[in-house]
């Protein structure tokens, strides 16, 4: 990344943080011994980086940020609030259907096994958990969720809840959206036909 002719530009986010970057490449040069697998093969080696990225990002442990969700609902003294109660379990059953997913997936790649098409399916659990912690977040914070510095333990000025909120975004969009995940499913896993091409105009 320190090779003349590429600049890294953080891309600052809705929650004040700096994950993703655009890189522009401009006359970069590299030395023949820096090509990863066969010339004319970047396309499989990007896949590969990407079924991995998906892999690594639906192994998250969701588990965490759930308790952090119900330990303020409980400060709140909202957990008997029935509505809540069967959200929380709700995300709480798909969190941990998560987790085992993720564990098997990354014990067949431990195993030698290559990242598939579940790689797909895990990135696009994760959207819609994310999704959904998001939303209960702010439920639980209720009004106090439009308050910059409750519960900040950084120089950004949201707590966890909020930063959950406004950080589901990058999980959503990291690795490939919702949409491409589903394309992915639809074409690999499920063997539909694929998108039809735009024509191309002379």
Known sequence: MKTPGIDVRPLVQINRAAHFNEVHLDGVRLPGDAV???VGEGWTVARTTLGSERAMIGSMNAVDRLN???ERARKSG???EPVLRDQIVQAWILASVLGYTGDRVLTAVRRGGQVGPEAS?????????MARFGDLAMSVLGPEGL???LDAS???????LQDMFLSQWSSRIGGGTEQVQR????ERALGLPRDPKPQQTS
Do not use: C, F
Not at 121 to 129: E, I
Not at 154 to 160: H, K
Not at 183 to 186: K, S
């Open 36 to 38: 990863v697998g066969e």
């Open 68 to 70: 952090v969700l119900i």
């Open 78 to 80: 909202r957990t008997d």
């Open 121 to 129: 399916v895990l990135k696009l659990a994760v959207s819609t958990l």
């Open 147 to 149: 308050l910059e510095g």
């Open 154 to 160: 950084d120089e950004r000025g949201y707590g966890p």
């Open 183 to 186: 394309n992915l499913i639809a």
